[in-house]
């Protein structure tokens, strides 16, 4: 007699079943890349179908009943398993529970409300046209809120801590509200003292046009500096930046080449190539896990800008940038000068678009769209208010009055794509980064001087075992305390700024 | 008291599943031309499993007893459907009856076989090494026709037969064996009528090498002639031209350009443009859906050799093609001229290579492997005896022998990738479109001239609404026969190339 096949355990069940999803999830991403960089303008609503089956399966394989039991049969032989299958199962049960929570068809309604009105916003932006955003995005909201109070009972949390938990979870408003609150006191008397000092600089000559051609190969030599190797990443134009956490071994990422703004297409690769080798580094024996994925939007953006703010704006660093843009950019070589390239690069701005802010000023854009979206979800602030709150909120944090909708509450696309709780980690993970490379530079004195010559290797040997190889395999506060000895806080921060923008040599 | 919600009939249901499947599969698609165009080396596992993923989950939905069900309800309701529905519901059976009909172990085991094979063969022909291919490829036979059995069963087919109807259902051996017979017999003598007559011809000049970035403008031109717009194509490089049937209004394809070979670019881009328009005129409303889709593997290739063939190597399209390649290319006028191209394009090859072959030889390439492999489905051949029954075929229908197994039977990928039943299409393809084409010419006689000018709107007229704009929507046998008023035969395909090959005027 034959003994029976041993049938797979419900661990190993529950894992088939969602790095199926997690495959799923990837080939959703490269459509998404695809669609902002190579496919045809006609292509437009079959991939729009193809992205929303790939999510409506996804959706039934992690949110179903049979996941549920799955999890459940697991969850009582937790014991029996290795700490990192614990964290695996932990992830599984938190996806499970957002996919659960919200009945399909209010995800279905807010897929369609959102996709038009993405078009909808583009035709508002351009217009300083609120009215006709106004209504449609208000019945956005309903579907939003609804979802929200769904998720809030499913996992216990408030509705807009359990927005910000879709994207970042560890991450709540428990741990933003006292950094935010600091950042909005401490930064404005921080910038006007800046600003004071700056006054005193000799303007900077400009940079005048620098031809794409140019610009992209500064940036496959800035990528190739940071580490990434031919085989596993490429970088094509894209309106829009972004890094697409795409799959094990192709970390691509995207840039923007703006002729007349060379800085803009330097400070992106950074950022984007930061995104990519964190991906890079994600652990490949947890490829397509719950528990094998970054450790969540904060996170994901302390490496982004780590790279772009902290190790790419360093003085050591654009004593390697500066010559290297006199060789590829070519011109006047004063224009390419240390100190020239230095005092561009420090400037405060004057300006009201989140995306081109300086590094003091962001953390401000961001604070004033957290106060916003969750008075928005908490059903205190209604869609008519919001231009004018914004305007009060810009001219209290920041000091000026925007001059138009599209450079004020109309400037951004997240909440017209339904994204509510996706904002604090822009300003979370600028905090984060501090947090990581004052202590990186503390613990390897060689991190700065090294960036100095454009190697970025001593930097990554400090961050890759840290961060990235622990991918989700432990929760958001251990990350940090078991990478910097403290809980997240805005001193570090704060130091930086003191450090970089008050006290370091005039350029 | 309110009236319940009407629920969706058992075709809607059906229909929701069939062309979520169908969105899936597009997604797949897209994942695989990314996998051969832009995609980084080291993503090639990943990659993979993301496609592995996709195939999963459409075989659960689509090969499902849910699915079954839903099929046979919806069969019982057949009688209140549109025409239209009913042959999408004919499609749908057919499309569950491949997915359920093999065991999914088998199916895994023929991926995984397959994945490993493709490498086995890329080193085997390279090394002329056919021991090191024979053991793998004996392993993947025996699970081929596993496979083919139980398709055959639950299809009413033989298991060849089987195999062929998963590519191209309508076009089976009692199709295929006759076409093939007559050619295999009237073909060897052609060809030796035409070398006769070539042998007189004056030797062309050749067209030396031409760059890559002339061949390219070329490509878009010649694409922009056969009617693509910007907004709906692309073109890209790969090692491999291919065009994947794509999404609705995103028809992009590959070419492959070589220095040393212009030729083989342009024929490409034609080739590829051709599938691609006939992709492009699929009718909107039943993207998705199974009866939305090409009629399969032979009426696809007769759109691409429609275009590469019989419309691209007319004596008229030379005369527009011919200037144009001065025009792009450059260099020695003599060398562009129609006389030469006419000549250059004209000339029967003396190799070994299916994809290098001519016009007239190439249906004989496809007939010997026609035969080789369906006598290994049958168990009559056996794979150590390949390479001599290879070698003997070839001698019979071509009058060479292959100088090495790598230009012999292990020349081309398809065994290794699993793919029997796949090849007839290629010669089948080139039967239909000759018997397409006479007919068109004859219908319309403003083709031919404009094709003199670029011009293949007119062409484009004649087939659109009797090929491309019917789908899947009717049986293969039935858009021949209404578009030419017979079956399908040899005889206009033997005339064309009469008349191409020995009745044309020298160059």
Redesign the interface.
Known sequence: MSTPAPQPDAYARAVDRFT?AG??S???M??SW?GQT??????????G??????T??SAD?IGSRAAADELEEAEAMAGALEAPERADLHEMRRLWAHAAAAPKALQTAKARISQNLQAIWVDARANNDFASFAVPFAELLVVIREIAAAKAEALGLTPYGAMIDEYDPGVGEAMIDPIFADLARSLPPLIAEVRERQARWPAPLLFGEVPVESQAALSRRLAAAVGH??????IDAAPHPFSVP?????V?FTTRYDVTNPRFSILATLHEAGHAMYEFNLPREF??HPAGLARGASMHESQSLSLEMLAGRSREFLTFLAPLMAETFGGDSAVWSVANVHNAWRRLDNGFIRVEADEVSYPLHVIMRYRLERALIAGDLTVADIPAAWDELFEQLIGRTPPSLGQGCLQDIHWAAGLFGYFPNYAMGAVLAAQFFERATADDPQILPALARGDFAPYFAWVRPRIHERASLTDFASLVADATGQPLGPEPFKRHLRRRYLEEPQP
């Open positions: 199926l495959k799923l990837a080939a959703g490269m459509l695809d190579h496919m045809p303008r006609g292509g437009a609503w079959a991939r179908e193809e992205m929303a089956a790939l409506e399966v394989l190797r031919s085989e596993n990443f490429r795409h799959s094990p071994g192709d691509r490829a397509f």
